[in-house]
């Protein structure tokens, strides 16, 4: 049916001209939209020297690879790749595993006011975050958990999104299965496990990629909860590379390079799971 | 009362298993909701009546100080402007670019995948390393555009260095990461269009751009409404952008955004009084945004029959 109504929609099919403008148009736009990207790549491979001269080349005289290796030497990277697996895969399998929880219980476990304790719930996604920076922060040092993992791992699960999504999925499971698994003995941790997810695995694997790629590319909670170098997450340790280039410290070709250590996981993950992202990022707009 | 009691007393023996099990489901996500979520809110809200330096050893009852403090505050209107600037610039650019895109996407094309992961891409990308990379694209010498000015035979402009040019840069950032994430949407929507309205249409001898004007943006109203409102609340809690690229400056207020301003107040000033009142005008500004969006959407989106 998609292709019968995009014939409709787009204007004229069959003359050559218009389909040439289109495609030149998609072009330049892809163009435009990739040319941060390229040039990212193209001044990670310069020379010092070469970055020096003006106008800059659009493609270098010999690439560097080098250049990586100054970079991962330029900063701890390797303790900071170390932090942000660590902290974004635990936040992640933290809030995705008490939001299948939550989301079950308001979904099929019979309790007194369910509704409202589910509204209660739903609400929170209208509140921004940066509202809760200064209290969190304050909670924090009071349990003493400023620059430690528990500090980027723990106050960033407590999310109102995934229950939303993982709740919504449910309500669409044709209930006769659950009734049937029911009559059979199962408990609801049984149905939970040997049911509901089986089922909703697609949802699932969206949810869980949008929530790594939310802790893995966050930066202001963990630029305030943690002030040593061996407790950033990449991304704060790029400001500070960034911050010691403005003293003439870190060269702009190693800064690009440093820069693609962070993307790199992120567009491999994107190339090879690219439908289930795009299906959890466009579930996530809810959100807002 | 006394029956009141008996009723519960009942229903618990009779759903008693059920409820518990309910409660060991939600329990510690509700734990971690109270702590992280429901009590800063309050907080925020008592703490914005307080003067505080968070090394004090308690904050001082202040009653409106803060709040009087903010609203004459010029700084506090800027960073409201600049944020009301960056925040309407970047939704209408970007989603005005990604109509297009989306109405060019929608026919039968080669490549229409290649499109849809380079233009999603950006998405994607952490915002922090998409700032400092546009950083060097915008940079006088190191960036791809100096080629350009370089055979004009002119200096290009110094966009981080320039009070009037700051604010922009970072827009640049966000219309970036936007064009692609709304075509996606917007191409989402087109193909779900019924195909009988322009069958009619072309029956009737519409041309293209009345069916656009007549059709397609009604029966799309829904979803551009939808993007409108999210994108611009998502847009007004722009940081990332600013702490990279310029801090705010390049003379403080010039380039700040809302959050940045908090964060700033908060965590470099200390002023955790002043940093609540500011959190706690975001919230209601925000809660209206969202009430709005309700009440609007009901009056002019078309929903379909």
Request: hydrophobic residues 55%.
């Amino acid at each position: 049916m998609g292709s019968s109504v995009a014939a409709h929609v787009g204007h004229t099919r069959k003359n050559p001209l218009t389909t040439a403008a289109v495609y030149a148009s998609l072009l330049a736009a892809c163009m435009l939209l990739g040319l941060p990207f390229f040039w990212m790549v193209v001044t990670s491979l310069k020379s010092p020297h070469e970055l020096a001269g003006y106008p800059p080349s659009w493609w270098p005289e010999s690439l560097r690879w080098g250049n990586y290796i100054d970079a991962w030497r330029s900063a701890p990277f390797g303790r900071m790749y170390v932090n942000s697996l660590i902290t974004g895969l635990a936040a992640t399998a933290l809030q995705v595993g008490l939001a299948l929880l939550m989301a079950y219980a308001f979904a099929f476990i019979r309790f007194p006011a369910r509704r409202f304790w589910l509204l209660l719930v739903l609400a929170t996604m209208m509140i921004p975050d940066e509202m809760k920076l200064v209290p969190n922060y304050l909670t924090l040092s009071r349990l003493d958990w400023i620059n430690t993992y528990w500090a980027l791992i723990v106050p960033p699960a407590a999310h109102a999104f995934p229950v939303f999504v993982f709740y919504q999925q449910f309500r669409m499971l044709p209930s006769a299965l659950i009734d049937a698994a029911k009559a059979d003995g199962a408990g609801h941790g049984r149905i939970l496990w040997r049911v509901v997810l089986p089922m909703s695995r697609p949802v699932l694997v969206a949810v869980t990629l949008v929530s790594f790629l939310g802790r893995w590319n966050d930066f202001l909670w963990p630029l305030i909860v943690t002030d040593t170098a061996t407790m950033r997450t990449l991304p704060v340790g790029l400001a500070y590379l960034k911050k010691q280039a403005e003293e003439g410290a870190s060269p702009w070709h190693l800064m690009m390079a440093a820069a693609l250590f962070i993307v790199i996981p992120i567009v491999i993950l994107y190339s090879i799971l690219q439908k289930q992202f795009v299906e959890g990022i466009t579930k996530g707009a809810i959100k807002g | 009362m006394d029956a009141g009691r008996r009723h519960f007393a009942r229903a618990f023996r009779r759903n008693g298993r059920e409820w518990l099990t309910f409660l060991l489901f939600a329990a510690p996500n509700l734990v971690l909701f109270a702590v992280f979520t429901y009590w800063p809110i309050l907080r925020s809200f008592t703490l914005s009546f307080t003067k505080w330096n968070l090394l004090s050893p308690a904050p001082k009852w202040a009653g409106l100080t803060n709040y009087r403090a903010l609203f004459v505050d010029p700084i506090f209107w800027r960073v409201a402007l600049n944020t009301l600037i960056y925040a309407v610039t970047v939704v209408t650019v970007a989603q005005a670019c990604a109509f297009l895109l989306a109405l060019l996407l929608n026919r039968p094309l080669r490549g229409r995948a290649v499109f849809r992961t380079v233009a999603f891409l950006p998405h994607v990308t952490t915002t922090a390393v998409a700032a400092l990379v546009w950083v060097i694209v915008l940079h006088p010498h190191y960036g791809p555009l100096s080629g350009l000015y370089a055979t004009l035979g002119v200096n290009g402009p110094n966009w981080l260095e320039s009070t009037g040019l700051a604010l922009l840069a970072v827009i640049a950032v966000g219309i970036w990461k936007e064009i692609g994430f709304a075509s996606l949407f917007f191409l989402a929507g087109l193909q779900g269009l019924p195909a009988d309205c322009y069958e009619a249409a072309a029956l009737d001898g519409a041309r293209p751009l009345s069916r656009l004007w007549h059709i397609t943006i009604p029966l799309m109203s829904p979803v551009i409404f939808f993007l409108l409102v999210t994108g611009f609340i998502a847009a007004t809690k722009a940081f990332d952008s600013v702490a990279i690229m310029t801090e705010g400056g390049p003379v403080y207020p010039a380039s700040s955004t809302y959050v940045y301003h908090l964060y700033k107040v908060g965590f470099r000033d200390f002023q955790a009084g002043l940093a609540s009142a500011l959190a706690c005008v975001f919230f209601i500004i925000t809660v209206a945004i969202t009430a709005l969006q309700f009440r609007m959407a009901s009056r002019w989106v078309h929903y379909g029959e």
